[in-house]
């Protein structure tokens, strides 16, 4: 795979339709009610955390990519302002279930951008990308301008405090904080594709540059995954203006 | 200046074979452009410092003392549109590398280039552009390659811009493949989003 691809996903990848078990009880969750105790290693300088309360009208973007039947609860957000959420820096459940063993599953989106090293190389290891110095890759999130992240918590019925975190899913975004906006680097664990969770961390991502005003938003899609993107809004060779590499390494 | 293969680039695993490739012979270097080594570094800048600096040109690579309305009176003037200079300050503080040149007769900027990136893997090129009066002297081809290097010298091994069709000529015998392996360059459009 060619070190400069950025925007890869394996071939696993199915968007749609969703693929939502029968053997577990799904239940969508708006709000986040307590607060998170995640552990990191590597936390980005600048930014707060803030748990905050996901809007009606992302979630009904995302609502189509996640519920494939009617079997699936849903339940409505209560109304937030625009005021109370700093879109760089955002923390909420996408997903709660319940799964065969009654462990319950919960899956967070976050972009305050902490990401443990390590975890992002051993998910980078999963969809088969080549290493990279992991002092390269925290500088490389460290200059990022936006990091977003999807991780897995999982909590054993009946017991107390025994949760397991997982990163699943991770893209990031390079800026000049005015004009252009580049995403490179968007990864989901491929155990976890086809469930419209790399859709909702785009999206996600998407609408929190452009309410920074940053009206410019480009990516470079291996051809495997440029449909993906068109699906998302994204165009290829506007007006013929191409992607251009530097002595590119097939 | 660094020469570029002696930067460490991360270990890969090379997943294609690795081709063979002819020496760089400058000579052929358009031809070149299509092979897959990078060109020796800095000393063969086309143009060097001195004879730009002989041809009554400055060479900057910071912000100080950059002019930001002669700057956007140059962006409108190659068909960019004319935007806020609060704006472009916050940009250009937000950008891992510059270069401009200054014309001294005039005191005036006449070329520009910028990119952008995390520091360590990407760069992207944005916002090259010469005064319409300075074109065809090589001082686009001055700018890029000295942005270029700086970009090799912080280790930034993925260089990528976005090209309107007619200046990929420009473009391409700097070394720079249009779509390679299939890649495709992508801009969000807020009219067309599709729903699936």
Redesign the interface.
């Given at each position: 795979?060619?070190?400069?691809?950025?925007v890869v996903l394996p071939t696993a990848l199915k968007?749609?339709p969703p693929i939502v078990s029968l053997d577990c009880r799904c239940q969508v969750f708006y709000s986040l009610q307590f607060p998170l105790n995640l552990n990191f290693r590597l936390r980005r300088g600048s930014r707060n955390q803030k748990v905050s309360q996901l809007k009606a009208g992302f979630w009904e973007?995302i609502r189509?990519g996640i519920l494939k039947n009617n079997t699936t609860q849903v339940i409505e957000p209560p109304t937030t302002t625009e005021e109370e959420e700093d879109p760089l820096s955002e923390e909420f459940v996408l997903v709660e279930r319940t799964l065969p063993d009654d462990t319950v599953e919960k899956i967070i989106f976050s972009s305050g951008g902490n990401v443990d090293v390590y975890d992002l190389q051993a998910l980078c290891d999963k969809v088969?990308w080549?290493?990279?110095?992991l002092t390269?890759l925290a500088?490389?999130?460290r200059?990022?301008?936006m990091v977003a992240t999807l991780h897995s918590v999982k909590k054993s019925a009946g017991e107390e405090g025994n949760d397991q975190k997982k990163l699943i899913g991770m893209a990031?975004a390079?800026?000049?904080?005015?004009?252009?906006a580049?995403i490179?680097d968007v990864i989901v664990d491929p155990s976890y594709q086809g469930q419209g969770l790399g859709r909702a961390l785009i999206e996600k991502l998407?609408r929190a540059l452009?309410q920074r005003d940053i009206g410019?938003?480009?990516?470079?899609?291996?051809?495997k995954v440029?449909e993906f993107?068109?699906?998302?809004?994204?165009?290829?060779?506007?007006?013929?203006?191409?992607?251009?590499?530097?002595?590119?390494?097939? | 200046m660094l020469l570029h293969n002696q930067i460490s680039i991360a270990l890969r695993t090379p997943l294609v074979p690795i081709k063979s490739t002819p020496k760089y012979n400058p000579k052929n270097a358009a031809v070149f452009a299509q092979q897959r080594n990078p060109p020796p570094p800095a000393t063969n800048f086309s143009i060097s410092d001195e004879t730009l600096s002989s041809r009554g040109f400055t060479l900057h690579r910071t912000m100080d003392n950059l002019d930001l309305d002669h700057l956007n009176t140059v962006f409108v003037a190659v068909g960019f549109p004319r935007r806020d200079t609060g704006k472009i300050r916050v940009a250009l503080e937000h950008t891992d590398a510059l270069l401009w040149v200054e014309y001294e007769k005039t005191k005036r900027i006449v070329a520009f280039a910028r990119a952008t990136g995390d520091g360590v893997f990407n760069a992207i090129i944005w916002d090259v552009i010469v005064d319409p009066s300075f074109q065809g002297i090589g001082l686009g081809k001055a700018v890029m390659e000295r942005l270029i290097t700086a970009l090799l010298e912080k280790g930034i091994t993925n260089i990528v811009l976005y090209s309107e069709p007619r200046v990929m000529g420009f473009y391409r015998p700097m070394g720079f493949v249009a779509d390679p392996d299939g890649i495709r360059g992508m801009v969000y459009s807020r009219k067309q989003k599709k729903k699936k």
């Open positions: 795979m060619p070190n400069y691809c950025t968007l749609y973007s189509s088969g080549p290493r990279r110095p390269k500088a490389a999130l200059n990022s301008y990031r390079t800026s000049d904080h005015a004009f252009n580049t490179w998407i452009l410019n938003i480009s990516l470079f899609a291996d051809s440029v993107y068109q699906n998302l809004g994204f165009e290829p060779d506007p007006e013929g203006i191409k992607g251009m590499f530097w002595y590119p390494k097939y | -």
